[in-house]
């Protein structure tokens, strides 16, 4: 080998590995969860491999909470696969259907892991922004206000388009996409045979209507794959335990793609995660669950009420947008490199970090370059924290009064 050709740097990650973050609740499942997990351990068939497509329980358990919601009987064997978290679940299904060159649109700003997901199997990313609501830096809008261009999404799709990948309850924006919204996406999609990836995690935490896309009719249905997670709905993001719901001619193929990426998932948790599904409605944990969220909310964001900060009132999930154009940061103050040369909300993040101790993600990390000027006002707050928590988030973040300017 020459020397032109050694590796000059053979410990450099690949790009889709870099930059990862993760979300993170505030407090502990249910009782009635950590309960099950506890006795799954002492389960001799708990402690070894689950069939690939997920424990028998766990999927009869999905099928039976979900086929109200879907107006039908769902098969637990053909229409529904568990997967080691959602996010192994949308990347098993981009596995399993999208080969070297195939296009996925994916809306701005989106869930990071999205992209890597599309990228590994050869996949190219086509990017359509949420539009935020023209007057969001001067009043409190309606996080519905964030809206697509339908104009532009059907000009985003190609012959090679192969899927469009959906998140509703929306994260970070928490829109809730509509009826009327959904529709003409699906109708987009069956009109062009695109595939829909529909994450929604955030399902039980909704505080405006919400429908299912693949509900719509039957030719959306069959074009539809819906993802779930039990982290997210009993609040044990660390168990990794998500399912898709779908047809039978698209289960098998994101089933096969799983058995080859980590083959089976946590025996323990999923039984666990059964036992939550068996027993929600009879604990009242999904209205309980859903009033304590929507009460957190409200708590909190009377603090941007008390500072005059707008922001998006969100319709589901656990994060609230609040638009940071008032604020002005010291034109003296010292950022560094890595912080100094991103968009205006990633300072507004270092600096709240650093001098109020409050943490927030920059929403333009979840955009395009070309993009990112949308968002670059905003920061991105979670509510889902224990109420001491919140009110000392609060109590600090008063001290931004000194910072605002009312232009």
């Known amino acids: 080998m020459s020397n032109s050709s050694v ?74 696969t568990i997967t080691t978290g959602a996010n192994e679940g949308i990347l098993s299904a981009l596995m399993g259907f999208i080969e ?28 359509v922004p949420l539009h935020p609501p023209k007057d969001g830096s001067t009043k409190i809008s309606s996080a519905a206000d964030w809206t697509v261009d339908m104009e532009e999404l059907e000009r985003a799709m190609t012959p090679k388009t192969r899927m469009i ?43 405006v209507p919400f429908t299912r896309i693949a509900t719509l009719s039957p030719e959306v249905a069959k074009l539809t794959l819906t993802v779930g997670s039990a982290g997210k709905n009993f609040y044990a993001t ?31 948790l999923q039984e666990a995660a059964a036992v939550g599904f068996e027993q ?29 900060l707008p922001y998006s009132d969100p319709e589901g999930g656990y994060f609230v947008l609040v638009n940071m154009r008032k604020v002005q940061l010291p034109p003296d103050y010292e950022f560094p490199a890595h912080v100094a040369d991103r968009p205006r909300d990633f300072k507004l993040s270092w600096f709240l ?13 979840f955009y395009t370059p070309e993009n990112a000027h949308l968002a670059e006002d905003y920061l991105r707050f979670a509510f889902c924290k224990n109420d001491d928590v919140l009110e000392t988030a609060k109590e600090r973040l008063r001290s931004l009064k000194k910072y605002i300017q009312d232009s």
């Not at 590796?7 to 950590?34: E, W």
């Not at 309960?35 to 491999?49: F, G, S, T």
């Not at 335990?241 to 289960?251: D, K, R």
């Not at 970090?353 to 990390?365: F, H, K, R, S, W």
Request: hydrophobic share 35%; with cysteine.
């Open 353 to 365: 970090i650093m001098e109020l101790g409050v943490a927030a993600v920059p929403p333009t990390e």
């Open 238 to 268: 660390g168990w990794r335990v998500g399912w898709l719901i779908g047809p039978e001619h698209l289960i098998k193929y994101v089933s096969a793609a799983h058995t080859r990426i980590c083959y089976s998932s946590v025996s323990p």
């Open 165 to 207: 990948i959906l998140n509703t309850p929306h994260n970070p924006v928490g829109k809730v996409f509509s009826r009327d919204e959904l529709q003409a996406i699906a109708d987009l999609c069956v009109k062009n045979n695109i595939l829909i990836l529909s994450d929604e995690v955030y399902d039980r935490l909704y505080y």
């Open 280 to 308: 929600a409605d009879k604990e009242g944990f999904w209205d309980q669950s859903k009033k304590e969220m929507l009460g957190k909310m409200h708590k909190f964001n009377e603090i941007w009420d008390e500072l005059g």
């Open 100 to 127: 070297e060159g195939d296009e996925v649109i994916v809306f701005e700003p989106f869930f990071d892991q999205y992209i890597s997901n599309i990228e590994m199997p050869g996949g190219v990313v086509r990017y």
């Open 7 to 80: 590796q000059s740097d053979p410990f450099r990650p690949a790009k889709r590995v870099t930059g990862q973050k993760a979300d993170v609740c505030g407090y502990n499942p249910p009782k009635f969860v950590t309960d099950a997990a506890k006795e799954a351990l002492d389960k001799v068939e708990c402690n070894q491999y689950s069939p690939t497509k997920g424990r028998p329980r766990l999927k009869k358990a999905l099928a039976d909470a979900y086929s109200p919601f879907f107006g039908r009987k769902l098969n637990p064997d053909t229409e529904v």
